[in-house]
């Protein structure tokens, strides 16, 4: 199969999934383009849900396996767009649209390079393409559901605009609620025990701390207050105040162990996880991917954006073309060329490290 033929297969199919509405759940038209990607291929594939997904011609049990894995849902587009989101448009090498970039572009490009290898009989892994829903809402009914279904996997390339260089490590994310509590009282009555004045000396504590390890690829855990709410009444002092804590977990500390450490030290009366399922990844530098990457000349990084690598329990990779800049931006776009040189890039990838 020609690498050219399926560069322009995959950017028309492209256009289609962006003049076809995904938001995260409600995703089932674009899994029928999907579907008929593979039915025009005279490739099998299976559906859960609106996740497709389908494993190389010569699938071997003996054989380790590798996942590519990227998602067909996209956001909401914001109130600052100036062109149609669901218009398919190529002006000046751009190809706009809302998707185009996080992560259509990653998508199509996968799959492109998947079934470029699916006849292939001598690779030394096993491959599964896994066009996933829900990644912008980290629903239950994406990767997570489909993870059971499919053959165990050892590791995975996550499509992602990274600009094709390498995010080996990817920051995982814990959502604290956290109270602070005291006396609620009449505002002209004394009140020792003012739970807004307490939270000052509280948000003080967050803005000082900081987790013991440091993290080559992903530096600090990154721990930030981003919502507070107290009273609703001008003469009334409250009895609490709520507080929101978003938490980026880098790679030396696992979700569980932040929630203990927060238990343990922070200064409210309550706090509380509202998830620990989306944990940190990484992927060691030694790893064969890895080294086929930068002899191909790709830079590695450690990625603070979260992704549906946030769901898989083996080791990760998250690569793509496109700029993650551009992610959730108003007039969306890809340049064609990302695209082309993306499945370029990744069947170079895959011809170093698994033929």
């Known amino acids: 199969m020609q690498i050219s033929d399926l560069q322009k297969e995959a950017i028309d199919l492209l256009k289609n999934l962006i003049e076809t509405e995904s938001f995260s759940g409600k995703e089932d038209n674009t899994a029928e383009l999907l579907e008929n990607w593979f039915k025009r291929k005279n490739i099998p594939f299976f559906r859960h849900l609106n996740n497709v997904w389908a494993v190389n011609k010569h699938f071997d049990k003996s054989k380790p396996t590798l996942l590519l894995n990227s998602h067909h849902d996209t956001v909401q587009p914001n109130s600052a767009y100036t062109r149609n989101p669901f218009q398919a448009a190529v002006e000046d090498g751009k190809l706009f649209g809302l998707g185009s970039n996080d992560a259509g572009g990653c998508l199509v490009s996968l799959l492109a390079t998947f079934t470029y290898f699916f006849d292939s009989e001598d690779l030394n892994y096993n ?98 207050v981003t919502q507070i709410n107290a009273g609703n009444q001008h003469n009334v002092v409250p009895a609490k105040v709520d507080l929101v804590i978003d938490v980026r977990v880098n790679d030396c500390f696992s979700n569980e162990e932040i929630n203990d450490i927060l238990q343990e030290k922070a200064p409210v009366d309550e706090i509380t996880p509202r998830s620990l399922r989306l944990n940190s990844s990484s992927i060691p530098k030694e790893h064969e991917l890895v080294k086929a990457g930068i002899d191909l000349g790709m830079n590695t990084y450690g990625s603070p954006t979260l992704s549906d690598q946030a769901m898989l329990k083996c080791q990760s990779l998250k690569l793509g073309p496109g700029d993650s800049t551009r992610s959730h931006s108003a007039d969306e776009f890809i340049y064609v060329k990302e695209i082309e040189e993306g499945i370029e890039k990744y069947i170079k990838l895959l011809e170093k490290a698994i033929k």
Request: hydrophobic share 45%; proline share 5%.
């Open 127 to 224: 491959l599964i393409f896994a066009g996933s829903a829900e990644e912008e809402i980290n629903g239950k009914n994406g990767i997570a559901s489909l993870l059971p279904m499919m053959p165990k996997i050892d590791v995975a390339i996550v499509g992602e605009p990274t600009l094709m260089d390498l995010a080996i490590a990817e920051k995982g994310l814990v959502v604290f609620d956290a109270v602070v509590k005291g006396t609620p009282s009449h505002a002209a009555h004394p009140n020792n025990n003012n739970a807004i004045y307490k939270t000052a000396k509280v948000l003080e504590w967050f803005e000082n701390f900081s987790f013991e390890k440091k993290s080559a690829a992903l530096g600090e855990v990154k721990l930030t």
